[in-house]
T-cell receptor, first 112, second 110 residues
């Protein structure tokens, strides 16, 4: 069966520090991968998605970047965090764009 | 941008009662999906209904879709405390990316 792992679960970082959040999927190949951010009490905002290794599409201009160095690995990064980067970050995968997405347990990021 | 809009924003019901929440969207869709999110966790997929389908069932869940009104409803029958969660609708269109609403928070009282 397929599983998705996302870590860390919580992270507290100072303003201006770098960020690296990692997401890996097991049990499937060539999945679509997604990074979302969720503000408190709100829905999900799509940040990045990828349909293959090295293929990244950005949905909103921001202080973040994403990379897909391996088929089942998706990384969210920042060189210098801003206060506005605080939030709940979720990684997800799907077999293709028209199928259900499967989510990791998220990373709660707090910027001080 | 968020296309789906859930209504109501919050719902409090007694255990054993039914819970109904609605979702409205603005553009044509390929499919509409419902997800559940327990506090502080990731989303769990519940049901996918295609644009040419009108109703779907899964256990105690019933989803309807009215494309003429651009709306969908999720009914949870005989609710349990474990159904306490936020429920989101999400739509896909030509680009197959999910567009989420802000969600309905359901509280089931024992």
């Amino acid at each position: 069966s397929q599983t998705i792992h996302q870590w860390p679960a919580t992270l507290v970082q100072p303003v201006g520090s770098p960020l690296s959040l990692e997401c890996t999927v097991e049990g499937t190949s060539n999945p679509n991968l997604y990074w979302y951010r969720q503000a408190a009490g709100r829905g999900l905002q799509l940040l990045f998605y990828s349909v293959g290794i090295g293929q990244i599409s950005s949905e909103v201009p921001q202080n973040l970047s994403a990379s897909r160095p391996q088929d089942r690995q998706f990384i969210l990064s920042s060189k210098k965090l801003l206060l506005s980067d605080s939030g709940f970050y979720l990684c997800a995968w799907s077999n293709n764009g028209n199928q259900p997405q499967h989510f990791g347990d998220g990373t709660r990021l707090s910027i001080l | 941008s968020q296309q789906g809009e859930e209504d109501p924003q919050a719902l409090s019901i007694q255990e054993g009662e039914n819970a109904t929440m609605n979702c409205s969207y603005k553009t044509s869709i390929n499919n509409l999906q419902w997800y559940r999110q327990n506090s502080g966790r990731g989303l769990v997929h519940l049901i996918l209904i295609r644009s040419n389908e009108r109703e779907k069932h899964s256990g105690r869940l019933r989803v309807t879709l009215d494309t003429s009104k651009k709306s969908s409803s999720l009914l949870i029958t005989a609710s349990r405390a474990a159904d306490t969660a936020s429920y989101f609708c999400a739509t896909t269109f030509e680009d197959y990316k999910l567009s989420f609403g802000a969600g309905t928070t359901v509280t089931v009282r024992a």
